[in-house]
């Protein structure tokens, strides 16, 4: 553009593309999509529904280069700068539809979870309009504690229990339904995976129960009579012999360590039932033998040759053989 065109040129100094790039030469008019001007060489690519828009809804006057390129120039704040004026945040250029609601959340430090991501989104946050989207903090309490309040099975002021919601419930959950890890003091396994807090807490007080079996079972402990518990001396401490999801699957592991080796060495896979060993159900007294392959006294006594102290009895083979090896 010459010198003398571009003074007189109605869209400023900064625009020097030729006029017929844009214009027809039998007048000034627009030739519309033949026209030459490539709109992304100023900053500013023309994509989606900016292609259909008329040049004069976001260029107010014919000096092209004073319109803004930041959205809130053109489009009206619905939101009241709740969320800034930066639209390309939530909107692209399709429409005003926001699909990645889950995202902006997560990067604002609430990630949308369970419940959470079912909800209609003026359920916390709350305006006039509906369209404000201020900053309402990540505090269970900020939209919980009427709920926190109301609860009365169990009561959660009477109680003292921590306002940190996400110490008992999970946020992922779809319900109020306690979690497991809140209660790792005492995991929630096998026969103990109940739903019912009340079961083990009685009275209004969570503070009182006792992890110890007894404080539960003491019934169950005195009225099992295969084995005798009460008559056998047994410890009141379940998990020393009962282990998964029925008191039939008892299984004393510390045997090993603390009276003699069944479950490792030479009399691993020798036994069937405890009766095998401790004859007629009494756990205070052992037999060695009773077992198929010590009953034969004399050929035992054989295999003792040369031991003076030998004596078949029970007894004496602990005595002597206190891990079960023969040495």
């Not at 339904?177 to 969570?206: M, Q, R, W």
């Not at 592991?253 to 603390?258: A, E, I, R, S």
């Not at 198929?292 to 050929?299: G, L, R, Y």
């Amino acid at each position: 553009m010459g010198a003398g065109l571009s003074a007189q040129t109605p869209h400023g100094a900064s625009l020097t593309i030729a006029c017929e790039d844009c214009h027809n030469t039998g007048g000034w008019e627009f030739i519309g999509e033949g026209a030459r001007f490539a709109h992304d060489n100023v900053g500013f690519e023309l994509k989606l529904s900016h292609l259909e828009a008329d040049c004069k809804s976001c260029h107010s006057t014919l000096v092209f280069d004073e319109a803004e390129s930041s959205c809130i120039s053109c489009h009206d704040d619905m939101h009241s700068m709740s969320v800034g004026d930066d639209c390309i945040r939530c909107h692209d250029e399709r429409n005003w539809l926001v699909d990645n609601i889950p995202e902006l959340h997560e990067i604002n430090g609430f990630p949308l979870l369970g419940q959470h991501r079912l909800i209609s989104c003026s359920e916390c946050h709350l305006s006039e309009s509906n369209l404000r989207w201020d900053w309402i903090g990540s505090d269970c309490t900020t939209c919980h504690i009427e709920d926190y309040h109301a609860t009365s099975a169990p009561n959660h002021i009477q109680l003292g229990f921590s306002l940190e919601c996400v110490e008992c419930h999970s946020p992922a959950s779809q319900s109020w339904g306690v979690t497991e890890s809140f209660h790792l003091f005492f995991p929630l396994e096998g026969k103990h995976d109940i739903n019912d807090c009340a079961a083990c807490h009685l009275g209004e007080s969570y503070s009182n129960a006792s992890p110890e079996c007894v404080s539960c079972h003491e019934d169950d402990f005195f009225a099992t009579t295969s084995p005798n518990h009460l008559a056998l001396n047994f410890g009141t401490d379940c998990t020393m012999c009962h282990i998964g999801d029925s008191w039939g699957q008892a299984n004393f592991n510390l045997h090993d360590d603390l009276y003699f080796p069944i479950f490792s060495g030479k009399h691993e896979g020798e036994w069937d039932t405890c009766t095998d060993c401790h004859l007629g159900g009494n756990f205070t007294s052992f037999s060695c033998i009773d077992c198929h392959e010590h009953n034969d006294q004399q050929d035992l006594t054989n295999e003792h040759d040369g031991e003076d102290d030998f004596v078949y009895e029970s007894e004496a083979c602990f005595f002597c053989h206190p891990t079960g090896e023969e040495d």
